[in-house]
């Protein structure tokens, strides 16, 4: 064969990373690299260039970076790079960032960025958030899309001249197999050969659930769970219409409806020392008013201000159990593991009271007016405890239960966790304490409930469907239905390749087992080669990332300098998958 055809579906993060680290281990063959993906080459639909600057990172701007350091778990070369925070130091010029190597080739500043004409002027439009941006900043997604894109120029031109790279900016909707190759055909009709393909799709939302045909069949007006950006949220009808609207969710998905609903429509957040969250909203009047409920009927708490990059958890209890049990056959959760994450928590907080997490609402009635005040004064402490940080023994001890959370998946990587529904629960509220937004939105949704714009409906709803207008009712609010005219969804469905509208993903089915518990497609650990429903490796088909996140949660999270992320070592693992498929065919 005398050319070697490699397909990368999905040009974000990951399938970045995939094509450096393929530079990185030196391609010697022929080889041409389709690199795939509808949204925008070097950045994929989150992190879209063109975006509203109002979303932002939920990642901290020193806390993020594509590239590899000295010490990591990879087999091909390491090639370090900068930081996030690094690359808008030399977008400025500060003259203290530190001097990588790659810029005496690369550099990053915009006056000689020289890869596409369009990017020095994109990164002239970010100078006012570039020039005010500090390692514990949060990023707006729009820059991250361009810090990304750099990494993606920069990864196109290391390759060596040997590999002919083309460019599909369409979505690839079949993958079959013809004599020994893959046919990956794309929407615009056009059709590749594929030898090794890499599926990089990140977040593929599943088909409807019983519940949501039923909504669809409602006609009423209905905003689906889906990537904020994907969501049209132009039919929420201003609070001066005397319409409601209900939010179900109030995870990160909620945080960006409330910025997009609020900022994006002309109100304003203004400093206000005498506000309970040190903001009062002006609006604009064209603000909706919203009605909140979620399964926990509390909103994820606020991030910690440590003003600078988050301190490392002491968890010498729980550093035990996971040496002790690594690699072992089967484990029980909440016998063998939990308890040690409890004694480091109250080894931060004698007074940590764990359960209430689980469940801030239990033991609480009354109506939503009750509910919204009691919530808010709730919120309120949350606010002054992240302001607190370090100094916080609550927050400390809630950041022992955020930071486990990685190792904890890695435990009971392969299904090894006997009470996994117990692992389940406690992830998730590790997701609300843990993963919750920047410090500054929660006290956006403060300064929004004391202007009357936000009210609290509980825990665990129900939502029912009547002629024309939704009812909500929880028990927390004594059942009290409460009416809407629209329905918001502020969350996204976790991903499931066996229940999909997605064509690339119905039609990868026949050809792979799902992982047990999660509805997602199996891979080798060593290789990311899929599984086949025998047991067998696939020999030509790559996944990395989301749509296995129920097998490695931790690698759907942007890679951390410092911390070994499975992110990179799983793009290396990868890179080193196609290097061997292309000797293989060279042989053959």
């Known amino acids: 064969m005398d050319v070697v055809n490699v397909t990368i579906v999905g040009m974000g993060p990951r399938g970045i990373s995939v094509i450096e680290r393929l530079g990185a281990a030196g391609v010697t063959s022929k080889v041409v690299l389709h690199c795939v993906d509808s949204a925008q080459l070097g950045a994929g639909a989150v992190w879209k260039t063109d975006q509203t600057r109002t979303l932002c990172m939920n990642t901290l701007a020193g806390a993020v970076t594509l590239f590899t350091e000295p010490g990591a778990s990879i087999s091909g070369p390491v090639q370090p790079g900068p930081t996030m925070y690094e690359w ?89 197999e013809v004599q020994g190759r893959d046919r990956v055909e794309l929407a615009d009709g056009s059709v590749i050969l594929s030898d090794a393909t890499v599926l990089a799709l990140g ?36 609070a001066s219409s005397g319409k409601k609207v209900l939010v179900r969710g109030m995870g990160m998905g909620f945080f960006d409806v409330l910025a997009l609903s609020s900022i994006d429509r002309g109100g304003q957040f203004i400093a206000d020392s005498t506000a309970r969250g040190g903001l009062r909203f002006l609006p604009s009047g064209l603000e909706p008013a919203l009605l909140v409920t979620s399964g926990r009927g509390y909103p994820f708490l606020p991030k910690s201000e440590y003003a600078g990059l988050p301190p490392v958890a002491s968890t010498p209890a729980f550093d035990a159990v996971f040496e002790q049990l690594e690699g072992a056959d089967t484990i029980c959760f909440l016998e063998e593991v939990y308890p040690s994450i409890l004694h480091d928590a109250l080894a931060q907080d004698p007074e940590f009271d764990i359960d209430y997490w689980f469940n801030p609402l239990a033991g609480f009635t009354g109506n939503p007016d009750q509910l919204t005040a009691f919530i808010a004064d709730s919120l309120a402490n949350d606010i002054r405890q992240a302001e607190q940080a370090a100094s916080s023994p609550l927050k400390n001890a809630l950041w022992v239960i955020s930071s486990v959370r990685k190792r904890v998946s890695m435990l009971g990587a392969g299904g090894r966790y006997s009470d996994q529904a117990e692992v389940s629960r406690f992830m998730k509220m590790g997701q609300m304490v843990g993963s919750g937004p920047p410090a500054f939105r929660s006290r956006q949704l403060l300064a929004l409930v004391d202007a009357g714009l936000i009210t609290f409906l509980g825990a665990r709803p129900q939502i029912t469907v009547q002629s024309d207008h939704w ?118």
């Not at 990017?119 to 020039?131: H, T, V």
């Not at 941006?133 to 060596?160: M, V």
């Not at 066996?498 to 518990?517: I, Q, Y």
């Open 88 to 176: 808008i130091q030399e977008l400025r010029e500060d003259g203290d960032s530190p001097a990588y190597p790659l810029y005496d080739s690369y550099p990053a500043h915009a006056q000689a960025v020289a890869f596409s004409s369009d990017l020095p002027d994109l990164l002239a439009s970010f100078e006012d958030e570039l020039a005010i941006t500090r390692p514990e900043s949060n990023p707006s997604r729009a820059l991250y899309g361009a810090y990304l894109q750099w990494c993606f120029e920069i990864a196109l031109d290391r390759l060596p001249s040997n590999v002919e790279v083309i460019k599909h900016r369409t979505r690839a909707v079949s993958l079959t």
């Open 471 to 588: 009812v909500v009712t929880s028990p927390t609010t004594e059942q009290i239905p409460v009416s809407g005219d629209v329905l918001v969804d502020a969350w996204m469905h976790t991903p499931n390749a066996l229940r999909t509208d997605d064509p690339l993903l119905a039609s990868l089915s026949p050809r792979m087992r799902a992982f047990a518990g999660t509805g997602s497609p199996e891979t080798d650990p060593a290789t990311r080669l899929l599984v086949n429903p025998a047991g067998e490796l696939d020999p030509r088909i790559l996944l990395i990332g989301i749509p296995t996140g129920g097998q490695h949660p931790d690698t759907t999270i942007s890679p951390m300098p410092g911390t070994d992320p499975l992110f990179l070592q799983e793009t290396d693992k990868a890179a080193q998958s196609i290097l061997k498929i292309i000797g293989e065919q060279e042989q053959g």
């Open 203 to 238: 977040w593929v939302t599943p088909s409807a659930t019983a519940e949501e045909t039923v909504f669809a069949a409602a006609s009423l007006p209905w905003v689906k769970p889906a990537n904020p950006l994907e969501q049209d949220l132009s039919a929420l009808p201003p």
